[in-house]
Nanobody, 128 residues
């Protein structure tokens, strides 16, 4: 059974940086999955943040984080990473990584229902 475990969240000041990691464990390496980061704050819907295609070639970001966040997938280590810089208070949320055994290796999957494997989340708090 595939499991995802996020780490790297914490408290940071405005303008600071954090790197989130998502370790994938199980019988299938991350090269078999498209992976994404989502985030959610209380009272709001889950929001797409960043995605990488199953083959690791394509990436995409939400408009609010583009240029500040960088997503990557290390299939040799089965680790999925989100590097975040220039953090703002609006980035405060619980961040979740998600995996999808995508049929299409070169497609980007941007929607939550596309993913059937989720981590438990890691809290990111940006203080003003």
């Amino acid at each position: 059974q595939v499991q995802l475990v996020e780490s790297g969240g914490g408290l940071v000041r405005t303008g600071g940086s954090l790197t989130l990691s998502c370790a994938l464990s199980g019988e299938r390496p991350s090269g078999n999955f498209a992976m994404a980061w989502f985030r959610q704050t209380p009272g709001k819907e889950r929001e797409f943040v960043a995605v990488v295609s199953r083959n690791g070639v394509l990436t995409d970001y939400s408009r609010s984080v583009k240029g500040r966040f960088t997503v990557s997938k290390d299939d040799a280590k089965s680790v999925f990473t989100l590097q975040m810089k220039e953090l703002q208070p609006d980035d405060t949320a619980i961040y979740y990584c998600a995996a999808s055994p995508a049929i299409n290796a070169g497609r980007l999957y941007l929607n939550g229902p596309d993913y059937n494997i989720w981590g438990q989340g890691t809290q990111v708090t940006v203080a003003s």
